[in-house]
């Protein structure tokens, strides 16, 4: 997988999964309850979007450049302890951990390339095809 689409299917995963969440939100939100009410500063926001994906592409470039092989799977915990972001970078993006397969078989398209982990316990995956899959608790 080259690097461009690699970063792009990051930007569609993220940002899929949160809007999934934000979807259900409001899909469940009391009828009373304007979206002003529904985007509290607690909320996701986006802001940390770009410097995640940039720091997924440093790490498989240190990796690489190092002559060691991916591992299979990346997490927001392995990017912290490698230096890569801060707890702060992922705190308001609304979602409690996330996993990046790094070596998703792109020709497969129902190989899951990112794996959210919400703040309510819902998983949400993205396969290479493209496609958002909210996944029972």
Same mark, same amino acid.
């Given at each position: 997988? &080259? $690097? /461009?689409?690699?970063?792009?299917?990051?930007?569609?995963?993220? /940002?899929?999964?949160?809007?999934?969440?934000?979807?259900?939100?409001?899909?469940?939100a009391p009828s009373h309850q304007s979206i002003? #009410?529904?985007? %509290?500063?607690?909320?996701?926001?986006? &802001?940390? %979007?770009? $410097?995640?994906? #940039? +720091?997924? $592409?440093?790490?498989?470039? *240190?990796?690489?450049?190092?002559?060691?092989?991916?591992?299979?799977?990346?997490?927001?915990?392995?990017?912290?302890?490698?230096?890569?972001?801060s707890t702060n970078d992922v705190r308001n993006?609304?979602? +409690?951990?996330?996993?990046?397969?790094?070596?998703? &078989?792109?020709?497969?398209? $129902? /190989?899951?390339?990112?794996?959210?982990?919400?703040? *309510?316990?819902?998983?949400?995956? +993205?396969?290479?095809?493209?496609?958002?899959?909210?996944?029972?608790?």
């Open positions: 997988m &080259n $690097k /461009a689409t690699f970063s792009i299917l990051i930007y569609v995963a993220i /940002a899929g999964g949160l809007l999934v969440w934000l979807g259900v939100r409001l899909l469940f002003e #009410a529904l985007t %509290l500063p607690d909320q996701p926001t986006f &802001n940390g %979007l770009p $410097k995640i994906v #940039a +720091a997924v $592409k440093s790490y498989s470039r *240190d990796h690489s450049s190092r002559g060691q092989p991916l591992p299979a799977s990346l997490t927001f915990q392995d990017l912290i302890s490698g230096g890569y972001i993006i609304g979602v +409690a951990d996330a996993t990046f397969y790094l070596t998703a &078989n792109i020709r497969d398209p $129902k /190989a899951v390339l990112v794996r959210l982990r919400m703040l *309510d316990g819902s998983q949400i995956i +993205a396969l290479t095809d493209g496609s958002v899959q909210k996944l029972p608790r």
